[in-house]
């Protein structure tokens, strides 16, 4: 399945050529362009990469050095070319005759050209490929949360088939994805009709949302993609003071929770549900 993404067989290319009039802007440059494509690995992706030179026999035939992010796919125990960022010198250039009229240089005509230095740089969907076999597991597909297109999917649970019963647990569900929206969270509350919660739950693990198990009992179950972990945070609904088993609200029959949540509570929530694995450290084989 990931083949169309890895070598030989990338069908879409971010790629630049450059010219420069000094040897130091083009090797300048080349580090510049390396240090993107590493965040957009490190950053985005969550996928740990080593910057390097690659060999003489590795580098770009032609040019003068190669630059590379080189990540690692436990699964197989092989390295994986993540992105190239090249200097090619004047060698192209004076292959093909590419010259400017250099500012410093005195005379007319030919006395006044130089042979530009030249970059060469490019990235590729080989990005999605190693994503998905650095993130993903049995279950399939796992997201980053900075590229996931839905970052938390909210599904009622714990629902009555009598009409008007459900409002309550429909209300906190919107309630608590206005709550993360608002700090930031790609959140969606599914409420949609003639669907079952476990049919809910397989649906958003297909889309890579990692949802929240919305109960009747004031409480969130969440569910961590990357690790299939579980567990409950109702904590974040109760209020600052620990709630007393003589509370007269909840002996009244009312909701002892808060209407709203206090922002720490909030931020305490994401910080639980917006959750970037840690790198982990590999060792190379023999």
């Not at 992706?45 to 080593?50: C, E, F, H, K």
């Not at 994503?131 to 996931?148: E, K, S, Y």
Request: aromatic share 8%; glycine share 8%.
């Amino acid at each position: 399945m990931l083949e169309p993404f890895l070598r030989t067989r990338e069908f879409l290319w971010q790629e630049g050529h450059t010219a420069f009039l000094h040897k130091s802007e083009a090797d300048a440059e080349v580090l510049d362009i390396l240090d993107l494509y590493r965040r957009v690995y490190v950053d985005l992706l969550a996928v740990p990469v080593i910057p390097g030179v690659k060999s003489v026999k590795e580098k770009f035939a032609g040019g003068d050095y190669t630059t590379t992010v080189e990540g690692f796919i436990p699964t197989t125990g092989r390295g994986i070319q993540g992105g190239t960022s090249h200097h090619l010198g004047q060698n192209f250039s004076k292959m093909f005759d590419i010259t400017v009229e250099h500012p410093d240089k005195t005379g007319t005509g030919d006395e006044k050209k130089s042979y530009v230095y030249q970059n060469s740089w490019g990235l590729s969907t080989r990005t999605l490929g190693v994503m998905v076999m650095i993130h993903g597991d049995d279950q399939g597909l796992v997201l980053p949360p900075r590229v996931a297109l839905q970052q938390v999917a909210i599904v009622p649970v714990g629902l009555s088939k009598a009409e008007g019963k459900n409002q309550a647990i429909y209300d906190a569900c919107m309630k608590l994805e206005r709550e993360l929206i608002s700090a930031g969270i790609r959140a969606k509350a599914d409420l949609r009709e003639g669907y079952t919660p476990g049919w809910k739950f397989n649906d958003h693990e297909l889309k890579v949302s990692p949802h929240d198990r919305n109960g009747s009992h004031d409480m969130v179950l969440t569910y961590r993609e990357y690790h299939s972990d579980s567990s409950s945070v109702p904590e974040i609904f109760r209020q600052t003071r620990p709630l007393q088993s003589d509370d007269t609200t909840a002996r009244n029959g009312q909701s002892p929770f808060p209407t709203s949540l206090p922002p720490s509570d909030v931020r305490s929530m994401i910080s639980r549900l917006r959750c970037i694995p840690e790198p982990r450290m590999f060792r190379m084989r023999g």
